[in-house]
């Protein structure tokens, strides 16, 4: 990766940005070209893509963590596969060397004035905005969660927080038998495949421990289906039938009782209630907007709190200055790591069509791309669009639970991640699919 940027630096001859630009500035009034909020996956790999284009100073990305987790490896690391050391790497080197890096968080937007204010009373000024500040964990909404998963070596656990994810593997091997209830809440999820994908990795490992007889598995999902797209709903039915898993639909966590080895669902069409007890709970929490979006953006943002883009172009409804990608925007993707690599090439050259005076060109047609895990070796690969049509990169069934698709998601794609998308060189396999679909992807 450092070959990468130091390539870039050389070639907008500028050697000694990485010293100097991405570094924790804190300036009272900032200025800026572009100041993209939130250091995740898609604002930097957005801001790298600008930087490069733009030269060092022109970008700035506010953005808090020391850290930048890749995400997508909490699922393996819950299943013992990989470590949480393997899932981070230091935001300063994870922010293109081009950008300015203001360590700090956005407290209030003023779209109107283009302006952020942040948390530590700074107002930085820019002339275009992207907004890429992800989605929020919301484990406090059920009473009693939090207080379960402080319990050392309990059964509550939660992939979803770098903070719970090791207790994932310790209460796997805890488990000695009875109900392992797996849960899907009633809030739009970043990676709405990872909650069965912790399933079936648990059901692999108690047959590998042999523990499946002793125990019985639940999904309750709020949901009323398997999983959106129709044709991988086809084949996790049937792969949750093979495996003996009961699946409960419209079924929501509401609390975990104190004495720690009961919850309470609700079933969401009857409203009725039942306790079912467990000896194992993982839990996808409910998320929401980051508390900026809900309460400090004005127009910017819808009544739940996401950025309002036009789903195709990426660009504000009202403010044309002001893109958004990712997780906190109200396009009706599937809101994946994938989806975010695609929606950063579409705002990179909208954006840059903008600043020329030119109109916007690029049409993000919803593509999200969702590696469900289905144990220790095989995976689903599913691949889809806004229409919640299969729109498949590689030439084979991929509905059918392969080893291939596995070592992609395990092995493949945390360097690609690492080394071309946070350095705006990945914008997701639109290009394969160029190749075979005769160009259908780039419109
Ligand atoms: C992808 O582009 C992506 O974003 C970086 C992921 O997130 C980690 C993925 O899991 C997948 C599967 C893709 C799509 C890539 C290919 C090669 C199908």
């Known amino acids: 990766m450092n070959t990468i940027k130091c390539l870039s630096n050389l070639r907008s001859g500028s050697v000694l940005a990485r010293n100097f630009s991405t570094s924790n500035l804190n300036f009272a009034n900032h200025k800026c070209r572009v100041l993209v909020v939130g250091g995740g996956c898609g604002g930097t790999a957005v801001a790298a893509k600008l930087a490069y284009r733009l030269g060092a100073g022109q970008v700035t990305v506010l953005e808090s963590s020391d850290k930048h987790y890749y995400q997508p490896l909490f699922t393996l690391i819950g299943g013992g596969m990989k470590k949480l050391e393997d899932s981070y790497r230091p935001m300063k080197d994870t922010l293109s060397c081009l950008t300015t890096w203001v360590k700090d968080r956005?407290?209030?937007?003023?779209?109107?004035?283009?302006?952020?204010?942040?948390?530590?009373?700074?107002?930085?000024?820019?002339?275009?905005?992207?907004?890429?500040t992800g989605i929020e964990?919301?484990?406090?909404?059920?009473?009693?969660?939090v207080d379960a998963l402080k319990v050392p070596k309990g059964p509550v656990c939660s992939i979803y927080s770098p903070l719970y994810v090791n207790r994932v593997y310790d209460a796997f091997q805890s488990f000695k038998g009875g109900n392992a209830i797996f849960t899907f809440?009633?809030?739009?999820?970043?990676?709405?495949?990872?909650?069965?994908?912790?399933?079936?990795?648990?059901?692999?490992?108690?047959?590998?421990?042999?523990?499946?007889?002793?125990?019985?598995?639940?999904?309750?999902?709020?949901?009323?289906?398997?999983?959106?797209?129709?044709?991988?709903?086809?084949?996790?039915?049937?792969?949750?039938?093979?495996?003996?898993?009961?699946?409960?639909?419209?079924?929501?966590?509401?609390?975990?009782?104190?004495?720690?080895?009961?919850?309470?669902?609700?079933?969401?069409?009857?409203?009725?209630?039942?306790?079912?007890?467990?000896?194992?709970?993982?839990?996808t929490p409910p998320m929401r907007p980051p508390l900026v979006l809900r309460e400090n953006s004005g127009d910017l943002v819808n009544e739940a709190g996401f950025v309002e883009v036009n789903r195709y172009t990426m660009q504000h409804m009202k403010y044309k200055n002001i893109f958004a990608l990712g997780d906190c925007t109200?396009?009706?993707?599937?809101?994946?790591?994938?989806?975010?690599?695609?929606?950063?090439?579409?705002?990179?050259?909208?954006?840059?069509?903008?600043?020329?005076?030119?109109?916007?060109?690029?049409?993000?047609?919803?593509?999200?791309?969702?590696?469900?895990?289905?144990?220790?070796?095989?995976?689903?690969?599913?691949?889809?669009?806004?229409?919640?049509?299969?729109?498949?990169?590689?030439?084979?069934?991929?509905?059918?639970?392969?080893?291939?698709?596995?070592?992609?998601?395990?092995?493949?794609?945390?360097?690609?991640?690492?080394?071309?998308?946070?350095?705006?060189?990945?914008?997701?396999?639109?290009?394969?699919?160029?190749?075979?679909?005769?160009?259908?992807?780039?419109?």
């Open 137 to 145: 964990v919301n484990y406090e909404a059920i009473p009693g969660l």
């Open 330 to 443: 109200n396009s009706p993707n599937s809101k994946t790591a994938a989806a975010a690599a695609a929606q950063c090439q579409v705002v990179y050259k909208n954006l840059s069509a903008i600043m020329e005076g030119r109109e916007v060109e690029r049409n993000y047609d919803g593509y999200a791309s969702c590696p469900l895990v289905t144990g220790y070796n095989t995976c689903i690969l599913a691949e889809f669009d806004y229409n919640l049509q299969p729109l498949e990169s590689f030439p084979f069934e991929q509905a059918k639970e392969r080893w291939s698709m596995f070592v992609m998601k395990k092995d493949l794609m945390p360097p690609l991640y690492w080394h071309l998308m946070m350095n705006g060189l990945w914008n997701g396999p639109s290009f394969i699919l160029y190749i075979r679909r005769d160009g259908r992807r780039l419109m």
């Open 106 to 132: 956005a407290a209030k937007f003023n779209p109107t004035t283009n302006t952020v204010e942040t948390e530590n009373g700074d107002t930085i000024e820019y002339d275009y905005l992207v907004v890429a």
């Open 185 to 283: 809440p009633a809030s739009p999820v970043k990676c709405p495949g990872a909650p069965q994908k912790i399933l079936y990795i648990f059901e692999h490992y108690t047959r590998k421990n042999k523990k499946r007889n002793a125990a019985k598995l639940y999904y309750n999902t709020s949901l009323p289906v398997i999983f959106g797209v129709k044709h991988y709903a086809d084949a996790l039915w049937k792969v949750v039938e093979k495996r003996d898993i009961n699946v409960n639909l419209r079924t929501n966590l509401v609390e975990v009782l104190p004495n720690g080895r009961e919850a309470v669902f609700e079933n969401l069409d009857t409203k009725e209630r039942k306790i079912m007890d467990f000896n194992l709970l993982h839990v």
